[in-house]
């Protein structure tokens, strides 16, 4: 079945640091890709999308890439805040179904 | 756009009562909603699938007698823990799917579910 690896956390990084979270998949077809992140006692947002091979999702300063040859979609940030502290779950969805399968999320902690 | 809520944001209750959650798109229509549940510092796990005027599908393990779930109109959804235990006490996240539209979830604040 589809699965999401992430990597384990807790990532603790000073402001202004360079964050880079591991996610890689398992999955048939060509699914859709996603990085949501849930602040404390909140849902999920969603944070950036892709849905095809070398696509780049982007949002407020985050990046992830669709890499279908290392099946990869991890998410990058050049300068990370204090605001930045939550947890990021990657997540992918196969085509034609509504179905999210997630990782296990990994809490990131910008310190000042 | 693309609201959803969930009410209440937290409740406690003693064990052997029942606790209804709801789950209401605000503007606009979800054909599919999802409810999830997630125990602390862990993921999402996907309870059930609610399509509007249908019986859920639960995924395996769920109980669907004691996780009753009701999709009675395209903007709410309700899931019910009848016969609350201690153990039911974890935070449930509900989600809804626009209709029509490409697939994409949309997410409630979720629900702190505590049982004495």
């Known amino acids: 079945g589809d699965s999401v690896t992430q990597m384990e956390g807790p990532v603790t990084l000073s402001e202004e640091a360079f964050l880079t979270i591991n996610c890689t998949y398992t999955?048939?077809?060509?699914?859709?890709l996603f990085w949501y992140v849930q602040y404390p006692g909140e849902g999920l947002q969603l944070l950036l999308k892709?849905?095809?091979?070398?696509d780049k999702g982007s949002n407020k300063g985050f990046e992830a890439t669709y890499r279908k040859e290392t099946t990869s979609f991890h998410l990058e940030k050049g300068s990370v805040q204090v605001s930045d502290s939550a947890v990021y779950f990657c997540?992918?969805?196969?085509?034609?179904?509504?179905?999210?399968?997630f990782g296990k999320g990994t809490k990131l902690s910008v310190i000042p | 756009g693309a609201v959803v809520s969930q009410h209440p944001s937290w409740v406690i209750c003693k064990s052997g009562t029942s606790v209804k959650i709801e789950c209401r798109s605000l503007?606009?229509?979800?054909?599919?909603m999802f409810w999830y549940r997630q125990f602390p510092k862990q993921s999402l796990m996907l309870m059930a699938t609610?399509?509007?005027?249908?019986?859920?599908?639960?995924e395996q393990g769920v109980e669907k007698d004691k996780f009753l779930i009701n999709h009675a109109s395209l903007t709410l959804s309700t899931l019910t823990v009848t016969s609350a235990h201690p153990e039911d006490s974890s935070f449930y996240i509900c989600s809804a799917v626009l209709a029509g539209g490409p697939g994409e979830q949309f997410f409630g604040p979720g629900t702190r579910l505590t049982v004495l």
């Open positions: 999955a048939t077809g060509y699914p859709s």
């Open positions: 503007d606009f229509q979800a054909t599919t």
């Open positions: 997540a992918l969805r196969r085509t034609g179904s509504y179905q999210l399968t």
């Open positions: 892709a849905t095809k091979a070398d």
């Open positions: 609610s399509n509007e005027g249908s019986k859920a599908t639960y």
